[in-house]
């Protein structure tokens, strides 16, 4: 069973930086798509950065300049380093993957799918989530 952890959030002044971990398990072989959402409460959940298997990466609007996101493949971990965080990044941050089962014993290729960061039902594995809160 694939399940993916979150961790690195907190509460931060305006201005500050967090790294978010994401760690993951239940699965072997396959590549695949991940990526960052956020959600705040009574509003949509918003891609935030997205990588996919051959390391290009994608960043929303608000991400760009200040969010690095990164995969480290031997250790099964997402990470997104937050550069210049501001009030309204307060959220909570999810981790997602775009894995797909093959035959036992072999795994799958997942790319990403179009427009990654809006194609928020193509991903089937998600954390629990981890609050971020940035004060002025």
């Known amino acids: 069973q694939v399940q993916l952890v979150e961790s690195g959030g907190g509460s931060v002044q305006a201005g500050g930086s967090l790294r978010l971990s994401c760690a993951g398990s239940?699965?072997?072989?396959?590549?695949?798509?991940m990526a960052w959402f956020r959600q705040v409460p009574g509003q949509e959940r918003e891609g935030v950065a997205g990588?996919?298997?051959?390391?290009?990466?994608y960043y929303g609007d608000s991400a760009k300049g200040r969010f690095t996101i990164s995969k480290d493949n031997a250790k099964n971990t997402l990470d997104l380093q937050m550069n210049f965080l501001k009030p309204e990044d307060t959220a909570m941050f999810y981790c997602?993957?775009?894995?797909?089962?093959?035959?036992?014993?072999?795994?799958?290729?997942?790319?990403?799918?179009?427009?990654?960061?809006?194609?928020?039902?193509?991903?089937?594995?998600w954390g629990q989530g981890t609050q971020v809160t940035v004060s002025s």
């Open positions: 239940g699965y072997t072989d396959s590549e695949y798509c």
């Open positions: 990588i996919d298997i051959d390391g290009t990466t």
């Open positions: 997602a993957a775009r894995i797909t089962e093959g035959p036992p014993g072999r795994g799958t290729v997942n790319y990403c799918p179009d427009a990654p960061l809006a194609a928020i039902d193509e991903y089937n594995y």
